[in-house]
């Protein structure tokens, strides 16, 4: 099972929680913040495992870990300790009243077989006020063995009494070299369990997915099982590349092509192949033309001041980047970033996404002619 040393680049989190755990100090309610796949699920699940852990188990430094061998810790490994609550709710993009009720109706329940009851509620920002202000009155008297982990991409929908009444522990950036390191150690675990279907994930495509993953190690893991995230990002390459020679119509169907649209049915689900494997797109879904655009111009810009080739995100397409940074001026990638601006600009003020598009690729053409 997963332990507190699995965890990569939070070593501030990891040591605030391990010291809790190990002075039996753990609070009653955390808000763990970090962006959307930063595996602040995985911080979650171990937390919970500790505090259930019946013979907790120590690291090198002599800090607490889940044992994974009792019978709390192999019960939480498969997701069936029935202390460890996941809190669900019925609307996608929202968690309602009647959800926290029902939790809030359990909580009164005291734990099955544990001392605790630990209750984990992903995209805890999509609490409504009436949510949080049911879950508040939990938060201001909580039985001594219910905790509390709220899961959020950002606080800035929090209630401030709520907000007061938890221990915030924000993530941070994880350094490109560390989630390398991260997805080697994790491809070479899955290649040891699963030897007859090995993964052949060679340095470079490691290499680029760390660059992409923008600090968060779990998004990079998704970057390189998604095909569809690696056909979006080559065609908006093959896009930037000979972006200057483009006609006006080669644009727009661009931005036709590239504009956020509502998504399909299947958006953000798993597809099979032709094999039968599945393959989660919401890493791709996620990302816009926007995001290849700022990542490949920050490449030209890094490589026309540096001349570094091993700085460069779009590793696959060095040439692109090379002849792009020969045809481009200083002022002109200033241009283009604030040609990015206006592009958000016009975003906020409820400009359609593909007429912005237009107008930003028109914009970046014109500084590469």
């Known amino acids: 099972m997963l332990k507190f040393s699995d965890i990569v680049g939070q070593e501030q989190i990891k040591e605030h929680l391990q010291r809790a755990l190990l002075d039996g100090r753990v609070s009653h309610a955390y808000i763990i913040d970090g962006a959307r796949d930063s595996d602040k699920d995985m911080i979650a699940d171990v937390v919970a495992a500790a505090i259930q852990c019946t013979d907790c188990a120590t690291d090198a430094n002599g800090m607490p870990e889940p044992c994974g061998k009792c019978v709390s810790c192999i019960q939480a490994a498969a997701k069936a300790n029935g202390d460890i609550i996941y809190v669900t709710h019925e609307k996608p993009k929202s968690i309602g009243v009647g959800d926290i009720r029902l939790m809030r109706d359990d909580v009164a329940i005291k734990p099955y077989s544990c001392e605790h009851k630990v209750y984990i509620i992903n995209d805890a920002e999509l609490m409504t006020a009436a949510a949080q202000n049911a879950l508040l009155k939990t938060l201001e008297e909580p039985p001594e063995y219910a905790v509390i982990l709220l899961l959020a991409d950002g606080v800035s929908n929090f209630l401030p009494t709520v907000l007061s009444r938890c221990v915030t522990l924000r993530m941070k ?4 070299e560390k989630i390398e390191e991260y997805c080697r150690h994790r491809i070479e675990e899955s290649n040891s369990e699963h030897p007859g279907e090995p993964m052949k994930i060679g340095a470079a495509e490691i290499k680029m997915a760390a660059g992409f993953a923008g600090g968060n190690a779990g998004r990079a893991l998704k970057i390189l099982g998604s095909d569809s995230f690696d056909a979006k990002r080559q065609a908006a390459a093959a896009l930037f590349e000979n972006i200057g020679s483009r006609t006006s119509a080669d644009l727009v169907q661009a931005a036709q092509e590239f504009s956020e649209k509502k998504p399909a049915k299947t958006s953000g689900k798993k597809k099979s192949d032709d094999d039968g494997n599945q393959e989660d797109n ?15 111009f920050r490449d030209v810009s890094v490589y026309k001041a540096t001349g570094i080739k091993d700085r460069v995100v779009f590793c696959d397409h060095l040439d692109g980047i090379i002849k792009t940074s020969d045809m481009i001026s200083f002022e002109g990638l200033q241009s283009i970033r604030d ?31």
């Not at 592009?343 to 500084?367: F, G, K």
Request: proline residues 4%.
């Open 282 to 296: 919401s890493v791709a879904d996620a990302w816009k033309l926007t995001d290849f655009l700022e990542i490949w």
């Open 173 to 176: 950036p994880v350094p490109e």
């Open 339 to 369: 040609a990015v601006g206006e592009y958000e600009r016009r975003r906020r003020a409820n400009v359609s996404d593909e007429t912005a598009l237009e107008m930003l690729l028109l914009a970046v053409r014109s500084q590469l002619r």
